[in-house]
């Protein structure tokens, strides 16, 4: 399978638009690598307004570029943006964007029709190709995941109740050069907003020519980033799927992109991902799975950026909220060990990698403020779930696992501990990923070990994130939204530790989500591979600045 995937990739370079011709690779060293990545599932779409699975956010963040961007550090850099500034209300957020961002199209380049947008064209992004981004974000025809992130904007609310049109929505484009964000009320994480998938750009003109197919295949999509669409080659049957993307070349001028070309192979699992990677068809690999990182031809980086915890069907005896309670108050999270550097017992819903004041958000906000442990409330609860379900004991709990989400031996001393002190038992059911997805959302399970995160390093992306989730219960989502609707109006970042603690407090209050561990995800380099740039959180990886250096 691997030299079919050696004999593709070998052919699609040679059929790849030859970008930077000019440029002498060598003169910088590591430049001029053709890198290879795998993503797992294919991705929704690669329209950034209606994009949501985590294929679907790597190839973006190659394909597009936004206002602002994420370094490998995580701290805000200007994407498009060429300079912003903050009025002193923080109402209103005005961007001076950069002459020389061009929109190009690989795909089609040497066909015999005229292509809107090639290397001839060299149309630049403007304000209202952000503009109409926005609107489109809040158009009633879509239903975009990520609008009521947005919600602080000027009209947002509004337009989501179907009260005002989305024309309305508080961004302006002044001139062709300057934006600007109108907001209803204050958000300190109004910047990091603008770095996610649903703020990049989308020329209008392009977008009506491909006449409803934007974002679908490799005919409709065309990008601002540090590379273009050229092959998007996806049959469901197929084995073998891969998207390429070449420089573009326009914005490579200005700003380098090192790598020529990037080949995206699609696999259906992280097994499978792992394969290609291991049989080096791959330059790096993203997994929740530590397996590979202590070997000597990899380098690796990672964060605590999930927090994994036990969900239970409502269906099921397990939903009942005082088994829940029962199961929750009989942890002693303080006597498990560490268990492997892979996960840490968790009491909160943040993960460490969270950022507060420049430091981990559990070195602000402790998870002793939530180790509540009480047995005798417990054994309490559980006999009044007992009574209230009218049965003597419950049966045997399945917990569903995705394969190779953790080593599962600090999970079977909780499950000891359950055992012992509350007479219950149960089992691990580990299942292919894409068997997990499927089962999760079509309810076919009585507990799952579920992960929680954001799109970024914020504490209320991860808690927007959680809300947001069909199957995570909250019942104090309406309070919780305004404990995060003051963190983000409040005037210093020191003031906003708190009502995070409070809002922690209150999705834990009614046991929906039992928190168990913070789990890392990690990026696995081949050595020799340097400055590609990891978002732990959404999984996300940039390969513009990416560099490989022969041994």
Known sequence: MHRTLAMLLALLIALSFCCGCGDDE???????HSFSYTLVGNPDTLDPQLAENASAMTVLSNLFE???????????QNGVAESYTIS???????FKLRPDSYWYQAYGDEAETEQPFGEEA??????????FAFRRLFDFNYTAPDAAAFSCLANARAILEHKLSPSTIGVEATADDELVFTLDYPNSGFLLLLTSCAALPCNQTYFESTKGRYGLDEESIIGNGSFSMKRWLY??????NVIQLTRNPLNHKVKRVFPTDLNLYIEQTDADAAKIFTNGNADCYVSTQSTLINRADYHAESAYSLTLGLIANPDSHFGNENVLGAMALT???SIYPDGSPD???ASGILPPAVQLLNKSCRDLIADSAYQHYDPNEADRLYHKALRKLRISELEEGKILVCAGMMDYGLLHEMLLTWCSELDLHFSIEEV?????????RSGDYVLALYPVTGAYHDATAVLESYLADENLRCTEQAAVRRLLERAASAPALADCVELYRQAEELILSDYCFIPLFYKQRYLICKNGVSDVVFNPFSGQVEFSQAKFYQS
């Open 26 to 32: 060598n003169v910088i060293k590591g430049a001029g």
């Open 66 to 76: 936004g206002l602002l961007v994420l370094d490998a550090e995580g701290k805000l």
């Open 88 to 94: 002193e209300d923080q109402l209103k957020y005005t």
């Open 122 to 131: 060299a149309v630049a992004v403007t304000a209202q190709d952000f503009v």
């Open 235 to 240: 049959d469901e049957y197929g084995k073998y």
């Open 331 to 333: 942890l002693d999270r």
């Open 343 to 345: 996960v840490l017992p």
């Open 432 to 440: 292919p990923e894409s068997e997990y997805e499927s089962r999760i």
